[in-house]
Nanobody, 114 residues
Framework: VQLVESGGGLVQPGGSVRLDCAAI????????MSWYRQAPGKEREWVAQ???????YFADSVKDRCNIDRDNAQNHVYLELNRQKSDDTAVYYC?????????WGRGTQVTVSS
């Protein structure tokens, strides 16, 4: 199992970012996939989840400006975050939970700054 995140970078305040998690070694369509983030000096926090059945859940801090989706054919999971603000600056990680184990990617940095 391998997860590879991409799509981070410098984002203007108020802008949007679409992060990509490429999955290798399993099928995202039947998996519980999540995005987390870790800001400098803070603990890692959960952002969003898409269950194998398609249900989506979001943290209160992002629920009105965030979407999580997946492409079963390409085996990718995406996180879109809109109306970005400085508090969104963090390293964003993709996580698979399966069979009682967690699998993490290495993360992609998002920096919100003008």
């Amino acid at each position: 199992v391998q997860l590879v995140e991409s799509g981070g970078g410098l984002v203007q305040p108020g802008g949007s970012v679409r992060l990509d998690c490429a999955a290798i070694g399993f099928t995202v369509g039947s998996a519980d996939m999540s995005w987390y983030r870790q800001a400098p000096g803070k603990e890692r926090e959960w952002v969003a989840q898409i269950k194998g059945g398609g249900y989506k859940y979001f943290a209160d801090s992002v629920k009105d400006r965030c979407n999580i989706d997946r492409d079963n054919a390409q085996n990718h999971v995406y996180l879109e975050l809109n109306r970005q603000k400085s508090d969104d600056t963090a390293v964003y990680y993709c996580k698979l939970f399966r069979g009682g184990s967690e699998y993490w990617g290495r993360g992609t940095q998002v920096t919100v700054s003008s």
